[in-house]
């Protein structure tokens, strides 16, 4: 157990819908990753939240944003949603910035039908 | 643009003999690298990392291997145990800019009893 929890574990939705994704990290860490695997793909890294701040974007879509809160949970909000959107999400947590080790959640599974 | 390759997506090893999964690098920037294993419904869990000053770093069964010059790092793995089945995932990053990490796309690992 990595000590960060994402709810739900799954998630089955419609095209054009919207959906909240939550990230809980590890007690300490500050810096919160989002990352989407496709079907058979690598971690795709989308965002970095560090204490309420963005702090880094990778390729995430204008139709997707994230925030973290003061009690430095977040939330990835996917919307509009599309087929091609179907992955699992990851969140992530470390106590720096960047440039260490994450401890990855469990994942949420995102059908898109 | 890839700038982490695993190129192999699937390898087979026999129980007890060595596992050898490789990762190619384009960007020479990179300074910090990490192996994660990822088992099926579970978030990817952290295995070992190095350092671009060295060139080797082991941990039990587990040996990193660094080739700066050819941008390719391997994670050997002896004696490879059932247990280690899983997808290996290949991370790395500019560790001082605070940059993110780029994964690989994995590799998926079978050891045949």
């Known amino acids: 157990d990595s000590g960060v929890t994402q709810t739900p574990k799954h998630l089955i939705t419609a095209t054009g819908q919207r959906v909240t994704l939550r990230c809980s990290p590890r007690?300490?860490?500050?810096?919160v990753y989002w990352y989407q695997q496709s079907l058979d793909q690598g971690l795709q890294f989308l965002i970095q939240?560090?204490?309420?701040?963005?702090?880094a974007k990778g390729n995430i879509l204008e139709r997707f944003s994230a925030q973290q809160f003061p009690d430095l949970h977040s939330e990835l909000n996917l919307s509009s949603l599309e087929l091609g959107d179907s992955a699992l999400y990851f969140c992530?947590?470390?106590?720096?910035?960047?440039?260490?080790?994450?401890?990855f959640g469990p994942g949420t599974r995102l059908t898109v039908l | 643009d890839q700038q982490v390759k695993q190129n192999s997506p699937s390898l087979s090893v026999q129980e007890g003999r060595i596992s050898i999964l490789n990762c190619d690098y384009t960007?020479?920037?990179?300074?910090?690298f990490l192996w994660y294993k990822k088992y099926p419904a579970e978030g990817p869990t952290f295995l070992i990392s190095?350092?671009?000053?060295?060139d080797k770093n082991e941990d039990g069964r587990f040996t990193v291997f660094l080739n700066k010059s050819a941008k390719h790092l391997s994670l050997h793995i002896v004696p490879s145990q059932p247990g280690d089945s899983a997808v290996y995932f290949c991370?790395?990053?500019?560790?001082?800019?605070?940059?993110?990490?780029?994964f690989g796309p994995g590799t998926r690992l079978s050891v045949l009893p």
């Open positions: 939240y560090y204490n309420g701040e963005e702090r």
């Open positions: 992530a947590s470390n106590r720096l910035a960047g440039g260490n080790e994450q401890f």
């Open positions: 991370a790395a990053s500019e560790r001082g800019s605070g940059q993110n990490f780029v």
């Open positions: 007690s300490g860490d500050l810096s």
């Open positions: 960007n020479s920037m990179f300074d910090y």
């Open positions: 190095i350092s671009s000053i060295k």
